[in-house]
């Protein structure tokens, strides 16, 4: 035998070795997946809603929220909310918010009065909407007597029946 070919078996059995491997942990994987993930899955969420679980789990979350850390963060936060808003309505925010409503309720009203005034010089376009306004009471008083019409030619021919 020679040196190439003790190389190429123990080359052709380490591959069949690792390609063999890797289906069996194929394999393996999908059993565990499809029949024992499941089942530990289902013994877990027994465990874990079980009462005397869910009482401590009470009890720790209690604990918890007791300890001086807990509880001096959370008075801070409170606090910092409650100066937040006192500052908000009182202080420099509060000016600042109403100066620039103010400034916007101003740009906003000249503009209303520049459009105005551009409505009030525009004759022709209004003269446009009345021609408008008057081609649709026109077509509006040309439908509806036909309308009234129509339903008392009807009514009479139903009773006649």
Not at 48 to 72: C, G, I
Request: glycine share 6%.
């Amino acid at each position: 035998m020679s040196g190439q070919s003790i190389l190429e078996m123990v080359m052709g059995a380490l591959l069949g070795t690792g390609v063999l491997g890797a289906l069996f942990a194929f394999v393996g994987k999908g059993y565990w997946m499809s029949n024992v993930a499941p089942l530990v899955e289902t013994e877990i969420r027994k465990w874990y809603q079980a009462r005397e679980q869910l009482e401590e789990r009470e009890k720790e979350v209690r604990n918890l929220l007791r300890t001086p850390a807990v509880s001096e963060e959370s008075t801070k936060a409170v606090k910092l909310i409650i100066d937040n808003e006192i500052k908000r309505s009182d202080g420099l925010i509060s000016r600042e918010i109403h100066s620039q409503v103010n400034e916007m309720e101003s740009r906003l009203l000249s503009k209303l009065e520049e459009l105005s005034d551009v409505i009030k010089d525009d004759t022709a376009f209004k003269q446009e909407m009345l021609r408008k306004m008057g081609k649709l009471e026109g077509a509006i008083n040309t439908i509806l007597p036909a309308a009234k019409l129509g339903a008392e030619s009807i009514a009479p021919e139903r009773s006649k029946r």
